[in-house]
């Protein structure tokens, strides 16, 4: 194990940056997720740990060891990559034991290494089958044992499920962290999906643009946003948006000619126009409260277990929001329905910065 830090850290692509100055620290033994949309820059930095890629300025150490000028192969890493790279023409034993001949190891000890490897993955009856006869998820499984075997300080996984079918991807999310829990080593972890981010991570650093919007935990993330990038980008759905006016006292806001109390008082925040932000499961239909809301139901989207109901509220200027309702709720579209607010769980975020205001 080892623990991985980021000093300050920034590419360069000509005149176009791409990773502006990051500061990461990484605990050993932690799963950290890089998570963000397209283009953010979470492959590149990835890449960058490994290796693959040079580093514009700042400093990279992996165990203590500053890294940026070493190979990938001195780094002591291993990266599972997103299309598998495993050799067509080779078993599935002859992959996993590759790395280790290159490095002179006995063939009694490659033969132990890829053993446990794939007792631990369950592949032991795939070693003598070629990469073209097994499934998506056999091939992620073999270049997640190539890994194994070289035991390595870390390990980088640069979006392996992408190419996997819904579910096939939970299927391998759950032996990931399995994984995890067994090797108990340092895995940094690369995905634009926030199930993934959410459901793996010890920590996540949610990425945009080239720069780390926050870097907490997956509760953290999800309950104590610090910025709307971030609210936005994490829950499915997504947090619900509206534009306010807070009052004077900071203790609510007005979002479509409607009062909505706040968790407690914004005092930074009173007069001023700001983004309500509250999320699908924070909004109870039908609920006797003090605080009740009328809203008109404009699309109803039944899911088994649950049921999406998005409503309209205000009369002059409605504004939408999406609301997560248990199954047992039936509405049509066009009721009118009364509505609560969770106070203790509403937002507000800077109309300028994007940024949350927490008092």
């Avoid at 109901?309 to 309702?325: D, F, H, Q, S, Y």
């Amino acid at each position: 194990m080892a623990q991985v830090n980021l000093a300050r850290v920034t590419k360069s692509f000509g005149e176009t940056k791409v990773i502006h100055g990051i500061d990461l620290d990484i605990k050993s033994g932690e799963f950290v997720v890089f998570v963000g949309p397209s283009g953010c820059g979470k492959s590149t930095l990835l890449r960058m740990i490994a290796g693959l890629e040079t580093t514009t300025s700042g400093d990279i150490e992996i165990g203590s060891e500053r890294v940026n000028d070493l190979p990938p192969r001195s780094r002591d890493i291993a990266m599972v990559f997103q299309d598998y790279a495993l050799y067509p023409h080779k078993s599935v034993y002859e992959n996993m034991a590759f790395g280790l001949r290159l490095r002179k190891t006995s063939e009694e000890e490659i033969k132990r290494r890829v053993g446990d490897a794939a007792a631990i993955l369950q592949i032991e009856h795939l070693l003598e089958r070629k990469p073209r006869q097994l499934s998506g998820g056999q091939r992620q499984r073999v270049a997640m044992g190539r890994a194994i075997v070289r035991d390595p300080k870390a390990f980088l996984f640069d979006e392996p499920l992408s190419n996997l079918d819904a579910q096939l991807r939970n299927e391998m999310r759950t032996e990931i962290k399995k994984l995890h829990a067994r090797l108990g080593k340092t895995i940094i972890y690369v995905t634009h999906d926030q199930v993934e981010a959410m459901t793996l991570a010890d920590r996540i650093a949610v990425l945009s643009a080239g720069k780390v919007m926050q870097y907490a935990s997956p509760d953290e993330i999800y309950n104590r946003p610090a910025a709307k990038f971030v609210a936005g980008f994490t829950g499915s759905p997504a947090m619900n948006f509206a534009p306010a006016k807070v009052s004077a006292d900071g203790a609510s806001v007005m979002v479509a000619g409607t009062a909505i109390k706040l968790g407690y008082p914004r005092t930074s925040a009173g007069g001023r126009e700001a983004t309500f932000g509250i999320r699908p499961e924070d909004i109870s239909v039908g609920a006797e409260h003090a605080n009740e809301i009328s809203a008109r139901v404009v699309v109803v989207e039944p899911l088994g277990a649950e049921t999406l109901v998005t409503i309209a509220i205000g009369a002059e200027k409605p504004v939408e929001m999406v609301t997560r309702l248990s199954a047992d709720i039936k509405l049509a579209m066009g009721d009118t329905v009364n509505v609560s607010f969770n106070s203790a769980k509403t937002h507000l975020f800077d109309v300028t910065t994007d940024m949350a205001i927490t008092s």
